[in-house]
């Protein structure tokens, strides 16, 4: 069995509802990191509250050069990438990719290149193609990817480009995605 401690989520157009049903189906002791990006406006914002709610984990944005801990869901503060390196978290004003900062790219690269087949990379709803590069170069080093089935989805951009980029492990539905993080997490997936 294959043990896979980050998790790293892209998520937009109709992503917060999605991970309301997603956080909750995850355990408080998840042997895993779940890093997200979530596209949202330049101002602050209560998304970790708003995602805490029903969840088991603490969810909450990250600080700079934060050690990464397992069973802790961490948030792309807006207008920051979130990347992880040498098992710390980096938050940059780099360019925007695919238009936008955060941009799940940036994360699921740095996640790919520093843990290798120790990765679950997640694409669920949204417009256009962030996540759909770095979920190919997850794949690439080994990674376990999982996409919300485009027919499941408020805007279905970002599951069909990352399909067409990545050879998906799996592809799923809304209301099974948690139990399949937890599956990949725990290398019972195959």
Not at 134 to 158: E, K, L, N, W, Y
Request: net charge negative.
């Amino acid at each position: 069995m294959t043990s896979r401690n980050i998790v790293v989520v892209a998520a937009s157009a109709g992503g917060v509802a999605v991970l309301q049903q997603v956080l909750p189906a995850l355990p408080a002791e998840l042997d895993a990191a779940v890093l997200n990006v979530v596209h949202t406006g330049p101002n602050p914002n209560t998304l970790p509250v708003t995602l805490a709610h029903g969840c088991s984990l603490p969810v909450r944005h990250p600080y700079p050069d934060e050690p990464i801990r397992r069973s802790v869901v961490y948030l792309a503060p807006p207008d920051r990438h979130l990347i992880v390196a040498h098992g710390r978290v980096q938050l940059t004003s780099d360019p925007k990719e695919n238009f936008t900062r955060p941009a799940a790219d940036p994360l699921f690269r740095s996640a790919a290149f520093g843990y290798g087949s120790g990765v679950v990379g997640v694409v669920l709803t949204g417009y256009l193609n962030d996540g759909a590069a770095g979920a190919a170069v997850i794949r690439s080093h080994g990674g376990f990817v999982i996409v919300q089935d485009p027919s499941d989805c408020v805007a279905p951009s970002m599951p069909m480009n990352a399909l067409r980029a990545a050879d998906a492990d799996v592809v799923s539905p809304v209301d099974a995605l948690g139990a399949h993080i937890v599956a990949a997490v725990n290398g019972s997936d195959r």
